[in-house]
């Protein structure tokens, strides 16, 4: 038969993976290595070279997206009709597999599938039902727990009872979760696959047997980010046969925190043996010089499988770092660099600002809505439209006026507070029937008794939290109000009980209000007239900015616009020009990763991740000085910057005199020196500062001033510390004392 058209448009590595033998086989498909393009040829190559029928084959992938893609591709390829084949996500193929058998799972005809709402609405019943304060055992809390439980393949009988209160409340609420789900004929997400496993391995031996040689050849796509609960389930569906093909890249397993194992694909030929591996290194993506900074980045990680990203493509521009003075700088050379290329004739929408924490997007976001630079977030929410921002300036709002019945209905149970549904309606009533607002409803409510005494109580209490948090901060500073309000209105302790990176990205963005507070007085205060400050506190004009801030900022969804996301949303996208903002040790790593070896190579696998979306142009960016989560914090450059070559990166200065490779010069060499030597001694305008002058600062110790830029306190100077190395300091700030 003529293999040509499936193979001619295929380089050398892509035609070894497509026309491999029928076996075990593990590619090793780097960034922007065509490996989709691999998957749908290999099927073709099976169905029309080795003679297996369509509907022999399974492919899984891991997003629906995903799945409607290799299908159109199929069909495009083939020219048949893809839908009688098994393509799609773990998920769509159980549930396909319990439609079809779902008497042998023990399960009723007509089954329903519960989301991730309906499945929370049932744990909060059955929590009330057994008698568990909400604000104490939150629900999201019990729901964690449980999907976690199913990922690893634990039902509630497989876990041992303990004497811990805490493990053994929520086995308690697991098994009658599962005893609820049972008699109302209910399966959740993670029941889809822990039920479809349990009929294969455990109920049907007929069914597993006939499903194995039903499929010759199984086809997966992303193995790195397959769980325990997938692990086992493929490796069921394979039996002893040679008849896997598993597509993935071990350097970009980002996902350990939701339960992704890479050692599932480290480790894949110990499961299944005699596996091939052949490495997709050829990138059709990005420039030389990018390919090898994320090969150099990556290669400090240990246990990898290895590969080398290379191109035929052109070297193209070095990697440009930026080290700003604060986030309020770097925001603003990111919008810079974004106008400037949108006037070389490019579209916004080409290019991408990541960052690894949600919270970094708050002042980016507001540099571009100034600079009136239309933006998307990606995969999330702007940052006033977030659930944990939205209750926080309810409270505020409820600071400011008792009137706002908006925000009284928002917060007035978060957290949960013993206020009910039916006091709610209550209110409303009362409000509606006397033309009052909701607030003053309550009072007169309270007064007249028209409640029971338990319901009467915690709204009593509510009102006496916000009358407590207005007086408690009356002569305050806004950031103050904001910080003491988010302290002692119980929010922390309601999103802490999340869990996981959510709770943790909803607390950073909470600090990261508060900083926005301290940011928004600071101009206000400089901008406003005195009659406009005698009209409006601080307080109300932020909220009246964060309404506007909340309006109509982000771009619909066909509009020309910047894309805005995390690192973890970018993976699988690419941009010509990208933006990683936020190089800064404790921020990209993360702090809370730096001292486990493991979570700091999922980090740098990040990082990889980050650089490789890059098609013709990346920035690194950095603050020296940043207010992140309500603090100052003073940072080093990330690692991963140091870990790219020399050669490969060039500082970006503005204004500056002189423009070197960050990391060509020894830590002690002036960066004045060499072309710039004429510059030595000179005077940094409208300052008592020199180049070349020795100088003393509060935290980083003693040092010698190598270059400025601008005059006067808004001066910003290089000061190359003994200690702390080469940092940029404004002067009105700094305070550094000469020696």
Known sequence: MDVTPILDSLNDAQREAVSAPVQNLLVLAGAGSGKTRVLVHRIAWLIQVEGISPYSIMAVTFTNKAAREMRGRIEELLGLNPHGMWVGTFHGLAHRLLRSHWRDAGLPDNFQIMDSDDQLRLIKRLAKEMNLD??????????????????????????????????????????????????????????????????????????????????????????????????????????????????????????????????????????????STIKLEQNYRSTNSILQAANAVIGNNQGRLGKQLWTDGSDGEPLSVYSAFNEQDEASFIVGRVQQWVQDGNLRSESAVLYRSNAQSRIIEEMLIRAGVPYRIYGGQRFYDRLEIKNALAYLRLMSSRHNDTAMERVINVPTRGIGTRTIELLRQHAREHELSMWQAACEIIEQGLLPARAGNALRAFLELIDRLDSDTRDTQLHEQTEHMIKHSGLIQHHEKEKGEKAQ??????????????????????????????????????????????????????????????????????????????????????????????????????????????????????AESRRLHGQENFNRASRFIQEVPPGLIEEVRLNAQVRRPLTARAPSEPLFQGSGSSLANAEVPATSISLGQRVGHAKFGEGTVINYEGSGPKARVQVNFDDEGSKWLMLGYANLSPL
Not at 509 to 517: F, G, K, Q, R, S
């Open 134 to 275: 909400e604000q104490r055992w939150p629900a999201r809390q019990f729901q964690w727990f449980i999907n976690a439980q199913k990922d690893e393949g634990l039902r509630a009988r497989h876990i041992e009872p303990s004497n811990d209160p805490f493990q053994r409340t929520m086995l308690n609420v697991y098994v009658a979760y599962e005893q609820a789900c049972e008699r109302g004929g209910m399966i959740d997400f993670g029941e889809l696959l822990l039920r479809s496993l349990e009929l294969l391995r455990d109920r049907s031996p007929a069914l597993l047997k006939h499903y194995q040689e039903r499929f010759r050849y199984l086809l997966v796509d992303e193995f790195q980010d397959t769980n325990a609960i997938q692990y086992a389930w493929l490796r069921l569906l394979c039996g002893s046969e040679r008849k896997l093909m598993a597509v993935g890249d071990d350097d970009q397993s980002i996902y350990g925190w939701r339960g992704a194992r890479i050692e599932n694909i480290q480790n894949l030929p110990e499961h299944f043996p005699g596996t």
């Open 505 to 622: 990205s909803r607390l950073e963005n909470l600090d990261e209000l508060i900083t926005a507070a301290r940011q928004f007085a600071g101009s206000w205060q400089e901008d406003i007239d005195t009659e406009e400050a005698e009209a409006r506190t601080p307080l109300v004009a932020f909220l009246d900015q964060a309404a506007l801030d909340a309006g109509d900022a982000q771009a619909d969804e066909h509009q020309d616009s910047v894309q805005m996301m995390t690192l973890h949303s970018a993976k699988g996208l690419e941009f010509p020009l990208v933006f990683l903002a936020g190089m800064e040790e404790g921020l990209f790593p993360h702090k809370m990763s730096i001292e486990e070896p493991g979570r700091l190579e999922e980090e740098r696998r990040l990082c990889y991740v980050g650089i490789t979306r890059a098609m013709k142009k990346l920035y690194l960016t950095y």
